[in-house]
Antibody, heavy 119, light 107 residues
């Protein structure tokens, strides 16, 4: 069974940093591209970042570029999102999700982890 | 960036009805358009891929069509279980973008 389990969320002050993790199981993690998507309370979905299976290609939304870093450790079946210089507008539920080919939709999603940026 | 505009924002229907949800792209995206269903307090679920391709395990009452800039998700014989928000997403180019969503409610 495919499982994606996010962790690392919490309450953080503006300007501080936080690192999210997404532990994958039930599939060959190193064969899949991975993504972070967020959803502010009561709002729609916002794509945040994507990383290819071998980390060769990485993309960011303009809203997080220069502040967030996506990475992965295929040996540990884990995806990461290092978030720095956090702002109140980064408050959201953060999901990880996988895709196979670059143009594919995201066929499995984690349950999400909440990040709240507030003083 | 490619902007996806979904309409209507909210749709109130009677069980058994057939409904159509629209997603329009600001630029042509071929068929690189995917639909998701998100129930309250749940993660999104991939419903339709590449504009019209079905997904294993998704009820056959869900179908979709379109290409270029205009896309439609159809739900035949709407059931109570279909109460959800529905989002479209394009994977034609970076950044990936989602539509604002359509919330389906039952009368």
């Amino acid at each position: 069974e495919v499982q994606l389990v996010e962790s690392g969320g919490g309450l953080v002050q503006p300007g501080r940093s936080l690192k999210l993790s997404c532990l994958a199981s039930g599939f060959t993690f190193s064969n899949y591209g991975m993504n972070w998507i967020r959803q502010a309370p009561g709002k729609g979905l916002e794509w945040v970042a994507s990383i290819s299976s071998s980390s060769s290609y990485i993309y960011y939304a303009d809203t997080v570029k220069g502040r967030f870093t996506i990475s992965r450790d295929n040996a540990k079946n884990t995806l990461y999102l290092q978030m720095t210089s956090l702002r109140s507008e980064d408050t959201a539920l953060y999901y990880c999700a996988r895709h196979y080919y670059s143009g594919d939709g995201f066929d499995y999603w984690g349950q999400g982890v909440m990040v709240t940026v507030s003083s | 960036d490619i902007v996806l505009t979904q309409s209507p924002t909210t749709l109130s229907v009677t069980p058994g009805e057939t409904v159509s949800l629209s997603c329009r792209a600001s630029h042509s995206i071929g068929t690189n358009l995917h639909w998701y269903q998100q129930k309250t307090n749940e993660s999104p679920r991939l419903l339709i891929k590449y504009a019209s391709q079905s997904i294993s395990g998704i009820p056959s009452r869900f179908s979709a069509s379109g290409s270029g800039t205009d896309f439609t998700l159809n739900i035949n014989n709407v059931e109570f279980d279909d109460v959800s928000s529905y989002f479209c997403q394009q994977t034609q180019s970076w950044p990936r973008t989602f539509g604002g969503g359509t919330k389906l409610e039952l009368k």
